[in-house]
Nanobody, 122 residues
Framework: VQLVESGGGLVQPGGSLRLSCAASGFASDYLAIGWFRQAPGKEREGVSCISSTDGSTYYADSVKGRFTISRDNAKNTVYLQMNSLKPEDTAVYYC?????????WGGGANYWGQGTQVTVSS
């Protein structure tokens, strides 16, 4: 399984970005996919996850109501729509995948992308 993130960039506070995680080598509808982020000097944290079975979604408290995860199985892609961005959202964002949702959301996924930088600054 290969995961490729895209969509990062520089945005002003209050702005929006949509990140994409394209999966190859395995049908993404069999995978739970999560988004994680790591800011300089901080530990990696889970942002959001979407299950492989019933499409259930999970969010960190810090992004609830602002971020939305979704998937397009026809394109083998999972998206993270990020609205009302704040400077504290600045980080490298990674997507991760595994057949088991609990493994992904727990940070133990077998497959990880290379990351995409998101910078929120005026």
């Amino acid at each position: 399984v290969q995961l490729v993130e895209s969509g990062g960039g520089l945005v002003q506070p209050g702005g929006s970005l949509r990140l994409s995680c394209a999966a190859s080598g395995f049908a993404s509808d069999y995978l739970a996919i999560g988004w994680f982020r790591q800011a300089p000097g901080k530990e990696r944290e889970g942002v959001s996850c979407i299950s492989s079975t019933d499409g259930s979604t999970y969010y960190a408290d810090s992004v609830k109501g602002r971020f939305t995860i979704s998937r397009d199985n026809a394109k083998n892609t999972v998206y993270l729509q990020m609205n009302s961005l704040k400077p504290e959202d600045t980080a490298v964002y990674y997507c991760a995948a595994d057949p088991l949702t609990v493994v992904v959301w727990g940070g133990g996924a077998n497959y990880w992308g290379q990351g995409t930088q998101v910078t929120v600054s005026s």
